[in-house]
């Protein structure tokens, strides 16, 4: 089974706030992500409101076909958003205002209280929680133990590596994660800084079964359109 991809329209919404006009809308690119293939549509509702605004969440509540996750800090104020609209997954993220993109992954283990306690909140409402981490072993632990549904894991170190020998062992930390998450009973996703050069080997490891990718697919859009870019994503992650 090949891993299905959710398509992050985050960075529609960037060109739409650059002049704080009403286009292009995010929840159209998320359409047309779902009409060419894509599995789920993923939006980072950030405290600073940089792109997605609280207007795309509840429109796409209301239209998104698929799957709807809902990237978010692990704050009150975003747990009463997640209550509000009932996105179908929440992924919690670390969140800091200077960064210019989400830098790392959660430190489950260092805030376990306190994510333990909006994970079950997110739970009783009946929303998957899935916990953002590097991929490293003391983390997914962390994640189980706090009983998170799933993890997602922080692709960034093996997209940036720039030898060899750095990507390699980069990989296998994300295969011997992804392996101990879905055995201790976790789905296990993956997701930032991955693009059409470097998916493949990530799409070949068999215990992801969901894949986030944004910044990618909305830059080739600009050139070859949102629906090609998406499609020929979709068909990396079926053939990897
Ligand atoms: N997954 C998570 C948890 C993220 O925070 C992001 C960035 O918002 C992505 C996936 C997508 O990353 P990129 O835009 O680099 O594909």
Redesign the pocket.
């Known amino acids: 089974m090949s891993a299905r991809l ?1 398509v ?1 329209v ?2 529609v919404a960037t060109l739409r706030q650059a002049r704080k006009l009403n286009y292009p809308d995010p929840v159209t690119a998320a359409a047309m992500a779902e009409l060419a293939g894509a599995a789920q549509v ?1 939006i ?1 509702l950030r405290e600073d409101r940089r792109h997605i605004q609280e207007r795309d969440l509840k429109v796409l509540r209301e239209t998104c076909q698929t799957l709807l996750n809902l ?1 978010m800090a692990a704050t009150q104020e975003m747990v009463k958003m997640a209550y509000e609209h009932k996105p179908d997954v929440v ?1 919690l ?1 670390p969140e800091r205002r200077e960064e210019l ?2 830098e790392g992954g959660l430190d489950v283990n260092g805030q376990k209280d306190a994510l333990s306690r909006v994970v079950k909140n997110l739970k009783d409402g009946d929303i998957t929680v899935s916990m ?1 981490v590097d991929p490293d072993i003391d983390q997914i632990k962390a994640s189980h133990r706090i009983s998170a549904d799933r993890v ?1 894991l ?1 692709t ?1 170190r093996y ?1 940036e590596a720039r030898t060899e020998k750095d990507r390699s062992r980069e990989y296998s930390r994300l295969i011997d994660a992804a392996k101990a998450s879905t055995k201790l009973g976790m789905g296990c ?7 059409y050069e470097n998916v493949r080997p990530v799409a070949r490891i068999a215990e992801i079964d969901e894949l ?7 830059a080739r859009a600009v050139f070859v359109g949102f629906d090609r870019a998406v499609r020929e994503m979709v068909e990396l992650l079926r053939n990897p």
Not at 189 to 195: C, E, T
Not at 212 to 218: D, Y
């Open positions: 959710g992050n985050d960075h993923t980072h990237e992924t993220v993109t989400t953002f997602e922080h960034g997209c996703a993956a997701g930032h800084g991955l693009n986030n990718i944004g910044h990618a697919i909305v």
